[in-house]
């Protein structure tokens, strides 16, 4: 490489650091949940710079909390073993068949996939469900949905040991009944749950379209309760995009500083969500 071409390149380097040093600082001790759905889980090489991002927001003094879903892994595996699987606005009707396959696929394969990228690029990922240590109770969400738990309970304090100890949390949205019952909770809800119960300074609900969509088919930047409630009554947001609104705006309105719907297709899409100017995505406001 030409002296000149390696000056520019390290004054380029230089001006990404500087404009960076800000969002570090702003950042340093900050607790980040980070939802990773099932449809922005791509290939073995998106699965490593996703977790070379979240490692590398370990290494600046951020605390990352990975809480994951895997809806077309699990339709993967009912149709496998023929198992019919219906939802209801974005939520899965879950009977004791189903509920079996959720949690070995949820807190199996999908989960260990993500611990495994994460360890790869020299973290330390602990992968856990909602039952771990008491994470997350739930009770029944409505007796239409079967095993669908909405949380009632959390004790986050096992994440706050992982965070003492450099440790990266992967959590699977699988909780625990009052009477023994294992419940499915959607992954969204989940999240927001765990940013909540966590009063964390930032949740990123990663997915596979570039943010909420309007009516024209535009990603809203900035969407509060008001426009979410239009666009759901309208027939705007629909399927998988309602647990998500209704996560974010519940997330903000219980403390959460902000919450954005990302597009995790993106390559280092959290990165640039937390430490640029513009962003990506749609931000929900209370
Ligand atoms: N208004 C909207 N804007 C964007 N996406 C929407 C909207 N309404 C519904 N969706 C759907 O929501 C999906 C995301 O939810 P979901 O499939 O559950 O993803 P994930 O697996 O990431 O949780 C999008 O792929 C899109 O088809
Ligand atoms: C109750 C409910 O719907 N649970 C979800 C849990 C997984 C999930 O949320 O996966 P995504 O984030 O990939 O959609 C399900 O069974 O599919």
């Given at each position: 490489?030409?002296?000149?071409?390696?000056?520019?390149?390290?004054?380029?380097?230089?001006?990404?650091?500087?404009?960076?040093?800000?969002?570090?600082?702003?950042?340093?001790?900050?607790?980040?949940?980070?939802?990773?759905?099932?449809?922005?889980?791509?290939?073995?090489?998106?699965?490593?710079?996703?977790?070379?991002?979240?490692?590398?927001?370990?290494?600046?003094?951020?605390?990352p909390?990975?809480?994951?879903?895997?809806?077309?892994?699990?339709?993967?595996?009912?149709?496998?073993?023929?198992?019919?699987?219906?939802?209801?606005?974005?939520?899965?009707?879950?009977?004791?068949?189903?509920?079996?396959?959720?949690?070995?696929?949820?807190?199996?394969?999908?989960?260990?996939?993500?611990?495994?990228?994460?360890?790869?690029?020299?973290?330390?990922?602990?992968?856990?469900?909602?039952?771990?240590?008491?994470?997350?109770?739930?009770?029944?969400?409505?007796?239409?949905?079967?095993?669908?738990?909405?949380?009632?309970?959390?004790d986050?304090?096992?994440?706050?040991?992982?965070?003492?100890?450099?440790?990266?949390?992967?959590?699977?949205?699988?909780?625990?009944?009052?009477?023994?019952?294992?419940?499915?909770?959607?992954?969204?809800t989940?999240a927001?749950?765990?940013?909540?119960?966590?009063?964390?300074?930032?949740?990123?609900?990663?997915?596979?379209?570039?943010?909420?969509?309007?009516?024209?088919?535009?990603?809203?930047?900035?969407?509060?309760?008001?426009?979410?409630?239009?666009?759901?009554?309208?027939?705007v947001?629909?399927g998988?995009?309602?647990?998500?609104?209704?996560?974010?705006?519940?997330?903000?309105?219980?403390?959460?500083?902000?919450?954005?719907?990302?597009?995790?297709?993106?390559?280092?899409?959290?990165?640039?969500?937390?430490?640029?100017?513009?962003?990506?995505?749609?931000?929900?406001?209370?």
């Amino acid at each position: 490489m030409k002296k000149q071409d390696m000056n520019r390149d390290w004054i380029a380097t230089a001006e990404t650091l500087s404009s960076a040093l800000p969002y570090l600082q702003r950042y340093d001790g900050a607790i980040v949940v980070v939802k990773l759905g099932g449809h922005a889980m791509g290939s073995d090489e998106a699965m490593e710079t996703f977790a070379r991002d979240i490692v590398l927001l370990r290494q600046v003094g951020v605390n990352p909390v990975i809480v994951h879903g895997g809806g077309p892994m699990i339709n993967a595996m009912l149709e496998k073993l023929q198992i019919k699987s219906d939802f209801v606005n974005g939520k899965r009707v879950t009977d004791a068949a189903t509920m079996e396959v959720v949690e070995m696929v949820l807190s199996g394969v999908v989960n260990k996939r993500i611990v495994q990228a994460i360890n790869r690029q020299g973290g330390a990922g602990v992968g856990l469900s909602g039952k771990d240590a008491n994470l997350i109770t739930c009770t029944q969400a409505d007796p239409d949905l079967g095993f669908v738990g909405t949380p009632s309970q959390m004790d986050p304090s096992v994440l706050h040991h992982l965070f003492e100890q450099d440790m990266i949390p992967v959590i699977a949205p699988i909780g625990a009944g009052p009477n023994g019952e294992t419940f499915n909770i959607n992954g969204d809800t989940a999240a927001g749950a765990i940013a909540s119960a966590l009063k964390a300074d930032r949740l990123l609900l990663l997915t596979d379209v570039s943010g909420v969509k309007n009516g024209a088919g535009e990603v809203v930047t900035e969407l509060k309760a008001a426009d979410v409630e239009a666009m759901t009554r309208d027939g705007v947001i629909i399927g998988g995009m309602i647990p998500k609104t209704e996560t974010a705006l519940a997330a903000v309105r219980s403390g959460v500083r902000a919450c954005t719907i990302v597009d995790g297709r993106v390559p280092n899409a959290v990165l640039l969500e937390l430490f640029t100017d513009h962003g990506a995505g749609s931000m929900i406001r209370p």
